[in-house]
T-cell receptor, first 113, second 112 residues
Framework: GALVYQYPRRTICKSGTSMRMECQAV??????VAWYRQSPQKTFELIAL?????????EQNFTQEKFPISHPNLSFSSMTVLNAYLEDRGLYLC?????????FGKGTRLTVV | QQKVQQSPESLIVPEGGMASLNCTSS?????YFWWYRQHSGKSPKMLM?????GEKEEGRFTVHLNKASLHTSLHIRDSQPSDSALYLC????????????FGGGTRLTVRP
């Protein structure tokens, strides 16, 4: 079956520091990977959409300078939250698509202290 | 206005009752709809997806899609307290890859 693993599941970082999260597609080829953030009491916001061999497209309010993403092959993507502050806390989800479906990982929950 | 609108924002149904949730896209280029359930503090889990006009049933869950009106609905019959959660509708659009646009969600509470 198709699975998406995200690592780490939970992380705590000090305000102003950075943390990297990873997304691994298993059992299918992830030609397209989307990173989302769910802030407390909010719905999911798309951060960026990454398609292999294409430029990564960031949504408004999210920038490459703040959330650099790497998508080097069809099974792996990573995203870093640089200079994390309180407003960056939340659940970060990776969604990876094969030809018909988007599979989500369990997310990385980021706490900023 | 959000591209994907869900209604109602919150819903309370008695145990054993029917819960009906709605979702509409304002963009005609919608490709697929998905329904997700998210229990408090957990990641969303996909319930059902629908691509074609009509109805799809899995157990107590039925999803309808009307592509002409860009509307999908999720119906939960014989609702259980364990069904209490945030239900998210998401739409994928033509040539948008893994990008899903989520609605604001419907918070369902099933009262024992």
């Amino acid at each position: 079956g198709a699975l998406v693993y995200q690592y780490p599941r939970r992380t705590i970082c000090k305000s102003g520091t950075s943390m990297r999260m990873e997304c691994q597609a298993v059992g299918f080829q992830a030609t397209s990977v989307a990173w989302y953030r769910q802030s407390p009491q909010k719905t999911f916001e798309l951060i960026a959409l990454s398609t292999v061999n294409s430029a990564i497209k960031y949504e408004q309010n999210f920038t490459q300078e703040k959330f650099p993403i790497s998508h080097p092959n069809l099974s792996f993507s990573s995203m870093t939250v640089l200079n994390a502050y309180l407003e960056d806390r939340g659940l970060y989800l990776c969604g990876a698509r094969d030809s018909t479906e988007v599979f989500f990982g369990k997310g990385t929950r980021l706490t900023v202290v | 206005q959000q591209k994907v609108q869900q209604s109602p924002e919150s819903l309370i149904v008695p145990e054993g009752g029917m819960a009906s949730l709605n979702c509409t896209s304002s963009d005609r280029n919608v490709d697929y709809f998905w329904w997700y359930r998210q229990h408090s503090g957990k990641s969303p889990k996909m319930l059902m997806s629908i691509f074609s006009n009509g109805e799809k049933e899995e157990g107590r869950f039925t999803v309808h899609l009307n592509k002409a009106s860009l509307h999908t609905s999720l119906h939960i019959r014989d609702s259980q307290p364990s069904d209490s959660a945030l239900y998210l509708c998401a739409a994928a659009y033509n040539n948008a890859g893994a990008k899903l646009t989520f609605g604001g969600g419907t918070r369902l509470t099933v009262r024992p």
